[in-house]
């Protein structure tokens, strides 16, 4: 006996059904995102090699891998971390922060960290992640050393007369026995030294000086301020002098100008800086 019709119906759906089955194409599997080994630096309109994803492992700051006298933050005039805005005057715009590439989701990112943030390779406060090339624009040196902001210009800080120290120029220091005030006249009877890189020409003092200074000591954390409510915060190994240099300098805009250096394997990167240095808070 024949099937009945809805039975040779459901037959044919089933062997239909199989053949396509039996055509559809395999799936090709997703290609995975692209990975970010290397950037490329460019300096000025030049080009001034690649960042490897090994470097960038380090957390390094960017201006390890500027030329000599255009490391500063503030000596730049613009930075344009690829794909992101460029940037115009980052020292104002994230003033006391270090700009720094480092290990992204997909390879090589960049970033502005507080000091303390980079040190422990925590999130920086601003990123961009993955970045496909950094441009740097640095701003041009005056004849004399005139130049940037506060006259230490994008290179060029040999450059140019340094005014003297002012005697009544006040840094306060805060500590747990109240505010104590260190004159220009102290700092100026202070033993001298120099920068572990960059401008190693131009005498300065250590911000333990300044604290020793005052009469006081760090215990736990140091915060410095500079103008316009600019601030620096340092702790751990930022307060070792084994692994850190705390320098300040006289600026030729006659401001006292703070860098913090720390220790990178065999080398000194700055990871800190402010300018007109007015307040020492010892937490």
Request: with cysteine; aromatic share 6%; glycine share 14%.
């Amino acid at each position: 006996m024949l099937a009945s019709t809805p039975m040779r119906r459901l037959a044919v759906i089933a062997v239909a059904a199989a053949l396509v089955a039996g055509c559809k194409k395999e799936e090709k599997p997703k290609p995975e995102a692209i990975e970010i080994k290397a950037i490329a630096l460019t300096v000025d309109g030049s080009g001034h090699g690649r960042i490897d994803a090994g470097r960038a492992g380090t957390w390094a700051p960017l201006g390890s891998f500027l030329p000599e006298g255009k490391r500063d933050l503030e000596g730049w005039a613009s930075i344009h971390p690829e794909p992101a805005e460029v940037i115009e005057d980052p020292a104002k715009k994230y003033p006391g922060l270090v700009a720094a590439v480092y290990p992204g989701k997909k390879g090589i990112a960049f970033g502005f960290f507080a000091p303390e943030d980079l040190a422990k390779k925590g999130t920086p406060q601003w990123s961009v992640d993955p970045v496909t090339g950094i441009a740097v624009k640095t701003r041009p040196v005056m004849k004399g050393g005139e130049g940037g902001g506060d006259g230490e210009g994008g290179g060029g800080e040999n450059e140019g007369e340094r005014p003297e120290l002012d005697p009544d120029l006040k840094i306060t220091v805060a500590g747990a026995d109240g505010d104590k005030v260190v004159t220009g006249a102290q700092i100026a009877a202070l033993p001298t030294s120099t920068a572990p890189v960059g401008d190693t020409d131009t005498p300065g003092w250590t911000l333990h000086q300044f604290i020793e200074a005052a009469g006081a000591r760090p215990t736990g954390k140091v915060i410095v301020y500079g103008e316009e409510s600019a601030n620096v915060i340092l702790e751990g190994d930022h307060l070792d002098p084994a692994k850190a240099v705390l320098f300040i300098k006289l600026n030729r805009s006659g401001q006292l100008r703070f860098r913090a250096f720390a220790k990178v394997g065999s080398t000194w990167d700055t990871v800190g800086e402010l300018r007109g240095i007015t307040r020492i808070e010892l937490k």
